[in-house]
């Protein structure tokens, strides 16, 4: 982290003043209240009783109400708890599937050498692809197998969306750790399997917790497979969120207190494992 | 050649090991490859999937009417606009954040934060935003003296650009700041000692150092942009008519709402075949970046 200190562009040679720091606080504060407008607002919003949204649509909430959460989480009719539990359950089913397939497969391509190069750069490869080009078979093949509107169908989607990702990070991560460890290991007698799963995976462990975070924020974000494969037992947030529209009209108060709850778990992470985010996500895209 | 009995221990632990990859990717990769690409030459419909091949029929419809080419405009222009902007706006945010400044840690925190959020969900923030009767920029609009219908013809294009800036450019800034850290400080003094100023370092040490950095930016946000769907679906539906309707808008309404999953599989098949021989080029790009060579 030394590299955050020296600045880049070199300024003039006098040692900059702190009433020039400041400026860059201003500058990049500004920035970030800019790109989260749309997130602040809906935080507003969900606080003003229903009245005063169309009627002051500039002001802060005058009289702060908690009427909108109450009626997401408890009016009838809503089922937003549903769908809440609908995306957690996806976005943790697919994290798991996603390691407990990659994670070995990897191993074996980066270690055992099977398979070759061509699997890692197929990996990339398939991340490039439109996703949209999925759908119709998906939604054809999930009918015939009893997979659609199922959480595991949704499971499915989200792991092959995600695999490819996975599969790159993993082994970089992999080529990361020298291998004379495991060289010994081996002398020594211990099996493949006993190499992975007590000295590779523990060592490989941070790489796999950027994975999951990725993988979790990811597949609770998915919308397009989410539209398409299912229609109401596992809709998850992402449609959900929307469903407040009633025969007396578009209730904007509580669609903007289910829209901010449906982005706290991924905000909690990208405040929280943030380390992990940021690494996992420029290097996912750094490295090939 | 005779394999020694830990060898071919190590073999068969690998096959072992790779099975769930290969069995995944063999029914929901190359299965669906393989059914769609066949899709787009049949009679397919949402209802009845049991279709006849009917040759190049898919394909004919598709160019004939003009939603394809339309759309396929659309996302070519409107992913070369935000890649563009985003790419110039990340880089110069990545420059102003290269150095200490007080607050710096929580305004890093908080420009990452769109990049998390869905961008469905977004869309539904958006629509708060925005909307006519409760948003906060019509009424601060209006509080100026002006009156601009934000989702008319005229301004629904230059609005989403603006959305798909507003999100995305914290991936393109993350991308090069991350790229950044990894610049080896010695070219800028040496640059430095040469005199050369700022914008010179900038054109003539910094950008030839980041160029792979800056080329992955650009590959990932391109790719992403052309395959734009949430933000647009949920804001506009592709609408008015067809203005804002991006190639994956189409093949999804194609597929259903009309339920014609011939056409909507040809047209995806179209997509893929075009994007096909650009992925090797990305691929060995993103592959070559700096940051790999740093360890």
Not at chain 1, 183 to 197: F, I, K, N, P, W
Not at chain 1, 229 to 240: A, C, D, E, I
Not at chain 2, 37 to 49: E, K, P, R, V, Y
Request: net charge positive; aromatic share 12%; hydrophobic share 55%.
């Amino acid at each position: 982290m030394t590299a955050l200190s020296t600045p880049l562009v070199p300024r003039t040679r006098r040692s900059p003043r702190n009433g020039r720091k400041w400026i860059f606080t201003i500058a990049v504060g500004l920035v970030a209240l800019l790109v989260n407008v749309p997130l602040l607002n809906a935080l507003l919003v969900s606080f003003k009783p229903t009245g005063e949204i169309a009627k002051n649509p500039l002001s802060l909430p005058t009289a702060p109400t908690f009427d909108h959460y109450a009626n997401v989480l408890y009016a009838s009719g809503y089922n937003f708890p549903q769908f809440f539990l609908n995306s957690t359950l996806i976005a943790l089913g697919t994290v798991a599937l996603v390691l407990l397939i990659a994670v070995p497969s990897t191993y074996a391509i980066i270690r055992l050498g099977f398979g070759g190069r061509w699997i890692i750069n197929s990996a990339s490869g398939l991340r490039l692809l439109p996703a949209i080009f999925f759908v119709v078979p998906f939604f054809v093949l999930f009918s015939a197998a009893g997979l659609q509107d199922t959480i595991l169908g949704l499971i499915v989607a989200n792991t092959f969306l995600n695999l490819p990702l996975a599969i790159i990070l993993l082994a970089s991560g992999l080529r990361d750790i020298p291998n004379e460890i495991e060289e010994a290991a081996a002398m020594d007698g211990a099996s493949v399997y006993r190499t992975l799963l007590g000295i590779v995976l523990p060592m490989l462990a941070p790489t796999m917790v950027a994975v999951s975070v990725l993988v979790f924020i990811f597949t609770w974000n998915d919308y397009l497979f989410a539209l398409v494969l299912s229609t109401s037992n596992s809709t998850p947030v992402t449609l959900g969120a929307a469903n407040f529209v009633t025969s007396t009209g578009i209730r904007w108060g509580d669609i903007s207190a289910a829209s901010f709850l449906s982005t706290l778990p991924p905000l909690a992470f990208a405040v929280f494992a943030q380390r992990y985010l940021v690494s996992g996500l420029s290097a996912g895209a750094v490295k090939g | 050649m005779a394999l020694t009995a830990g060898q071919r221990k190590k073999t068969a632990a690998s096959v072992l090991l790779s099975l769930p990859l290969m069995a995944f990717a063999l029914a929901f990769i190359v299965y669906p490859l393989l059914a769609g690409g066949l899709t787009a030459f049949q009679a397919s419909t949402i209802f009845d999937q049991s279709g006849s091949f009917n040759g190049i029929q898919n394909f004919i419809a598709l160019f004939r009417s003009d939603g394809f080419a339309k759309s396929a405009g659309f996302t070519v222009g409107f992913s070369a606009i935000v890649v563009t902007i985003e790419m110039v706006l990340g880089f110069g945010l990545a420059l102003l954040l290269n150095r200490t400044f007080p607050g710096k840690k929580l305004f890093f925190t908080m420009i990452l934060l769109p990049i998390m959020v869905a961008p469905a969900l977004l869309g539904i923030m958006f629509r708060l935003l925005l909307n006519g009767d409760i948003g906060a920029v019509p009424a601060l609009l209006h509080g100026m003296g002006l009156s601009v219908s934000l989702f008319s013809p005229s301004s629904v294009v230059p609005l989403l650009v603006v959305l798909d800036v507003l999100q995305w450019t914290p991936f393109t800034f993350l991308i090069i700041y991350a790229g950044l850290q990894s610049f080896p400080g010695e070219l800028l003094e040496a640059s430095a000692m040469d005199g050369a100023g700022p914008f010179r370092s900038l054109v003539h040490v910094i950008m030839p150092v980041l160029k792979p950095v800056l080329f992955a930016a650009f590959f990932l946000r391109t790719i992403d942009a052309l395959r734009t769907f949430d933000v647009i679906y949920v804001l506009t539906a592709g609408g008015p008519g067809t203005s804002t309707t991006t190639l994956s808008i189409y093949i999804y309404k194609a597929a259903f709402e009309s339920g014609d999953f011939g056409k909507a599989a040809a047209a995806a098949l179209v997509v893929l075949v075009c994007l096909i021989p650009f992925v090797p080029f990305i691929v060995k790009r993103i592959a070559s970046t700096g940051i790999e060579a740093q360890r």
